[in-house]
């Protein structure tokens, strides 16, 4: 084959091949406004849930006005009454530091403007502070004089939001965040398994009946919660039969506690005290399009694993307890699983999914 | 030379074709709808080294036994609601009562001749409020006492019993 015969054909290749390409970017630019096109009105504008689903009722939130530089932290977190200097310094030592406009945030996400926290920056998100934190808080748990000297609080947590909406296509593999929280106060640690569920409706914060799920709602999807605790991944799962582990569908976390003594001084809110926890859902390539609910139980985790976790947290003798004090259970005064005798009426976290 | 410009025309053609398959492998970009705020949030706690409401009789037939290390200023169960709305929070036993254990009581002050009970006849069915409209960062002290009729058998480990306090937006 001579020269010119090489050059006519890689040629022609490059003209056919680009004609391919523009023929497909062509198509692709086409799909995507006929996709942009499919998108309901309703995403346009603030993204304000249905009034049917909150009827009416009001959220509590701190506000405060016109933060100013805390010389002690360096940071914009209110200057909490009735606590040291070092131990307010100790409560929040572990947490990011407070934006200056944290509760003008606060205030916009509350009325609706914002509503996808996960692409917040953790410097909101982590401060117990968006989750209801303030000064009857401090006075109640945190300052000795204030505190009742024979109670003690051993459970309490939170799930954050109660109730999300979010749009997917047939096909799609999503992950959906939401947060749990350790309450504050608590002075154990916490086990709780997580199991996502397609329950039978949706309701609203009051209880009432939004919508029932489409029948063979099952088929369709499949649910997991990808957080699995690392104590419970590599010390735990490992020494167990089959028949005692948890599902692969579900999660396990451990919450440490939010006031907790090492040598005699007292801290608050270790890094892990809020988890964002990863909901995976694989919607089949043959859902039908329309509107599901998605639920999260909360459970203890069986005996088994139970007794291998007081081993892990009780055991003086193993190498590392010292560490596992420091980094994990954070002196806790005991282990706890589940949510014990205390449920809510309907999900702990509901996932209202709109298939389009 | 010739094999290599092929190679990279081949390339740089094929590039734009495979980016979209790239893109859309696997995850897809969750369109956001709404959420609504709520913080579904509570706190339990009881007498210090406790972790639920205990009875010791010191006999096996009992009546008004009142709940270990409670006393005029220390509830056997403290509720607080820590998250961001009001709450009512409703209470039923989730099994029967062991045998000849007749009746649960529960009160808002260290007193038993009020508040709420549950009986042997219906400790599973009986759903009662036990607190309405409990306000973000506001608790509920509750006192707890337990008749018998008769002598409960004896056990060596202790009867468990779970009394379900549910909560919703009141």
């Known amino acids: 084959m001579d020269r010119q015969s090489v050059f006519i054909i890689i040629t022609t290749a490059i003209v056919v091949l680009s004609g391919i390409t523009a023929g497909f970017l062509v198509?692709?630019?086409?799909?995507?406004?006929?996709?942009?096109?499919?998108?309901?009105?309703?995403?346009?504008?603030?993204?304000?849930p249905p009034p049917a689903y909150i009827k009416g009722r009001n959220f509590t939130f701190p506000y405060y006005e016109n933060l100013e530089l805390n010389p002690l932290t360096g940071d914009y977190r209110p200057r909490y009454?009735?606590?040291?200097?070092?131990?307010?310094?100790?409560?929040?030592?572990d947490l990011p530091k407070f934006p200056k406009n944290f509760y003008v945030f606060l205030k916009a996400y509350y009325e609706g403007k914002i509503s996808d926290i996960t692409r917040l920056s953790e410097n909101y998100w982590k401060q117990p502070e968006?989750?209801?934190?303030?000064?009857?808080?401090?006075?109640?748990?945190?300052?000795?004089?204030?505190?009742?000297?024979?109670l003690w609080t051993p459970r309490g947590f939170g799930v954050f939001?109660?109730?999300?909406?979010?749009?997917?296509?047939?096909?799609?593999?999503?992950?959906?965040?939401?947060?749990?929280?350790?309450s504050p106060g608590v002075e154990a640690c916490q086990?709780?398994?997580?199991?996502?569920?397609?329950?039978?409706?949706?309701?609203?914060?009051?209880?009432?009946?939004?919508?029932?799920?489409?029948?063979?709602?099952?088929?369709?999807?499949?649910?997991?919660?990808?957080?699995?605790?690392?104590?419970?991944?590599?010390?735990i799962e490992p020494k167990l039969e089959d028949i005692y582990k948890i599902p692969e569908s579900h999660g396990i976390i451990l919450l440490p506690p939010t006031l907790y003594w090492v040598d005699g001084k007292q801290y608050g809110f270790p890094p892990s005290y809020l988890q964002m926890i990863d909901l995976q859902i694989k919607v089949h390539p043959d859902t039908p399009k329309g509107r599901y609910v998605i639920g999260l139980n909360i459970t203890e985790p069986n005996r088994k694993i139970q007794e291998e976790y007081y081993w892990i947290f009780l055991d003086e003798g193993q190498p590392d307890y010292e560490e596992l004090q420091n980094t994990k259970f954070y002196h806790a005064k005991d282990l706890v699983f589940g949510s014990g005798e205390y449920t809510t009426k309907y999900y702990w976290f509901e996932l209202i999914l709109d298939v389009v | 030379m010739l094999k290599k410009i092929v190679a990279l025309a081949v390339v740089l053609t094929?590039?734009?074709?495979?980016?979209?398959?790239?893109?859309?492998?696997?995850?897809?970009?969750?369109?956001?709808?709404?959420?609504?705020?709520?913080?579904?949030?509570?706190?339990?706690?009881?007498?210090?080294?406790?972790?639920?409401?205990?009875?010791?009789?010191?006999?096996?037939?009992?009546?008004?036994?009142?709940?270990?290390?409670?006393?005029?200023?220390t509830p056997a169960m403290r509720v607080t609601n820590t998250g961001n709305v009001n709450i009512d929070i409703s209470a039923v036993f989730t099994s029967d009562f062991p045998t000849n254990v007749t009746e649960f009581r529960l009160n808002t002050?260290?007193?038993?001749?009020?508040?709420?009970?549950?009986?042997?006849?219906?400790?599973?069915?009986?759903?009662?409020?036990?607190?309405?409209?409990?306000?973000?960062?506001?608790s509920e002290d509750f006192w707890a006492w337990s008749s018998s009729t008769g002598k409960v058998p004896y056990s060596a480990t202790p009867y468990e019993r779970t009394l379900q306090l549910t909560s919703s937006a009141s």
């Open chain 1, 27 to 48: 198509l692709q630019q086409k799909q995507k406004e006929e996709e942009e096109e499919e998108i309901p009105q309703s995403l346009t504008g603030t993204f304000v």
């Open chain 1, 81 to 93: 009454k009735n606590l040291t200097d070092e131990e307010y310094k100790n409560l929040f030592k």
């Open chain 1, 130 to 150: 968006f989750y209801g934190f303030d000064q009857i808080y401090v006075d109640r748990y945190y300052v000795p004089e204030k505190r009742n000297p024979n």
């Open chain 1, 161 to 182: 939001p109660g109730i999300a909406c979010r749009q997917v296509k047939a096909g799609d593999t999503v992950t959906i965040n939401f947060f749990i929280h350790t």
């Open chain 1, 191 to 235: 086990v709780l398994e997580l199991i996502p569920i397609l329950p039978p409706r949706a309701y609203n914060i009051i209880g009432e009946v939004m919508f029932e799920q489409p029948s063979n709602a099952e088929k369709y999807f499949d649910l997991a919660i990808l957080n699995k605790d690392e104590i419970y991944k590599e010390r």
């Open chain 2, 14 to 73: 094929a590039l734009p074709l495979l980016t979209p398959l790239i893109a859309h492998a696997d995850t897809a970009n969750v369109t956001v709808k709404w959420t609504i705020p709520q913080d579904i949030s509570f706190s339990v706690s009881y007498p210090t080294g406790l972790t639920a409401i205990e009875f010791e009789p010191s006999s096996a037939s009992f009546t008004n036994e009142p709940a270990k290390n409670q006393d005029d200023t």
């Open chain 2, 109 to 138: 002050a260290n007193d038993y001749t009020g508040g709420w009970y549950w009986t042997d006849a219906n400790e599973t069915t009986n759903s009662q409020t036990i607190v309405s409209s409990l306000a973000p960062g506001s």
